[in-house]
Nanobody, 115 residues
């Protein structure tokens, strides 16, 4: 049974940084495509970043490119999202998933960016 638990969200000001974590279990984390997605209030789920846990090959959406970095710790079955220079439009609930559609995904962690 796939289990994903996100953490690390919070309330920050524009320009601040946050690092999100996602602990995964129930599948072979070391050989998976892992994803960070987000959903802002009233908007659809958006794919933010993706990484091959086996090779480390990663990519990010244009909306966060140069500001967000996805990474993983194989030994700890943990996925990360380093978010720098946060903007109000980054406000959303952030989810991790081993599926690009976000199914299944964890309960999410909320990020609010406001001055």
């Amino acid at each position: 049974q796939v289990q994903l638990v996100e953490s690390g969200g919070g309330f920050v000001q524009p320009g601040d940084s946050l690092k999100l974590s996602c602990v995964a279990s129930g599948f072979t984390f070391s050989n998976a495509w892992m994803h960070w997605l987000r959903q802002a209030p009233g908007k659809e789920l958006e794919l933010v970043a993706i990484i091959s846990t086996r090779t480390g090959s990663a990519s990010t959406a244009d909306s966060v490119k140069g500001r967000f970095t996805i990474s993983r710790d194989i030994a700890k079955n943990t996925l990360f999202l380093q978010m720098n220079n946060l903007r109000p439009e980054d406000t959303a609930t952030y989810y991790c998933s081993n599926d690009r559609r976000g199914d299944p995904r964890g309960p999410g962690t909320e990020v609010t960016v406001a001055s």
